[in-house]
């Protein structure tokens, strides 16, 4: 379990991460979201004892992660796939996490295996593509088999397959009891995987809540109407107290009223429907909207 409370981190007058609280509960998958920029990577660093908070304090499992020896055998952790030294080969790479952590080095080809790189584990790493690099770097949270695991856009130069399985992995983990904490800024990203989500925006809490939660609260909900006869149907649906917006030509976008009432109120009134179908906003544009005021560069604005 990770726990943060009141984390900050101040960089002369700029807080990048500001007064911080969640937890990340073990046996699920925590998505911790939010624009570039947000604070995702110094929130990383100060869990890992990698940067000092300001104020605050965060732990895992109990206690400051600095203060454990060994800490591959507590947390694995993938933040910089290309903090690697190009001139070593994969499985030399391994084996000094290894030795630095007293794990044995049957570990290193077990986590190779795993991570699809059994092939290239004499190849120099300065030879990899990104892809590889995110499979090394993976390969290397889980040598020591840790409760407990961080990883910081991971899916970056993924391909399809790639994607694929890492999104199964990070499932796997987290039914075998683990903590899974994977930072990212794309919500679609983690609409696929994550059963929790953390969202955070220039460094402050947004949102800490169930993918199930978030959707229900964040993602609009409308009704798609065809009908050749789209102004009566609006006076009707506007009597009810609905909202329609004409989407163009015989199609309308109804807010306010179930399918089912709409359904029920065209046929009462002798109104034809083409189409009639319940429409969800996806979760990557209920995050846009919720994240809107904390993205730090727009393109295309305005001076």
């Given at each position: 379990?990770?726990?943060?409370?009141?984390?900050?981190?101040?960089?002369?007058?700029?807080?990048?991460?500001?007064?911080?609280t969640f937890t990340v509960a073990p046996g699920r998958v925590t998505g911790f979201l939010g624009p570039n920029g947000a604070g995702k990577s110094t929130t990383l660093r100060m869990i890992l004892g990698l940067n000092t908070p300001t104020s605050g304090s965060v732990t895992v499992d109990g206690v400051p992660f600095s203060s454990r020896p060994r800490g591959l055998r507590h947390v694995g952790a993938?933040?910089?796939?290309h903090d690697v030294h190009g001139g070593r080969t994969a499985r030399a790479h391994l084996s000094a996490l290894a030795r630095g952590n007293r794990l044995p080095l049957s570990r290193v080809d077990e986590v190779l295996r795993e991570v699809g790189l059994a092939k290239a584990a004499r190849r120099r790493i300065g030879g990899?593509?990104?892809?590889?690099?995110?499979?090394?770097?993976?390969?290397?949270?889980?040598?020591?088999?840790?409760?407990?695991?961080?990883?910081?856009?991971?899916?970056?130069?993924?391909d399809p397959e790639g994607v694929l399985w890492v999104r199964g992995l990070f499932r796997n983990l987290a039914a075998e009891g683990r903590t899974v904490f994977v930072s990212s800024h794309m919500m679609a990203e983690m609409e696929a995987t994550a059963d929790q989500l953390v969202v955070i925006g220039q460094g402050r809490l947004i949102a800490d809540q169930s993918?199930?939660?978030?959707?229900?609260?964040?993602?609009k909900r409308g009704v798609i109407v065809h009908t050749p006869d789209l102004a009566a149907l609006d006076a009707v649906l506007r009597a009810e107290g609905?909202?329609?917006?004409?989407?163009?030509?015989?199609?309308g976008?109804?807010?306010?009223?179930?399918?089912?009432r709409i359904g029920e109120l065209?046929?009462?009134?002798g109104i034809v429907l083409h189409e009639l179908a319940?429409?969800?906003?996806?979760?990557?544009?209920?995050?846009?909207?919720?994240?809107?005021?904390?993205?730090?560069?727009?393109?295309?604005?305005?001076r």
């Open positions: 379990m990770i726990e943060a409370t009141r984390l900050t981190k101040r960089y002369g007058d700029t807080a990048a991460v500001d007064d911080l993938l933040l910089d796939a990899f593509s990104l892809g590889m690099k995110q499979r090394l770097g993976i390969a290397g949270a889980l040598l020591g088999d840790p409760p407990v695991l961080l990883f910081d856009e991971p899916l970056n130069g993924l993918l199930r939660e978030f959707s229900d609260r964040h993602a609905a909202s329609v917006r004409r989407e163009g030509g015989a199609e976008r109804v807010t306010g009223l179930s399918a089912a065209a046929h009462r009134h319940t429409h969800t906003s996806s979760l990557e544009s209920a995050f846009m909207s919720l994240t809107a005021d904390s993205v730090e560069y727009l393109a295309g604005e305005t």
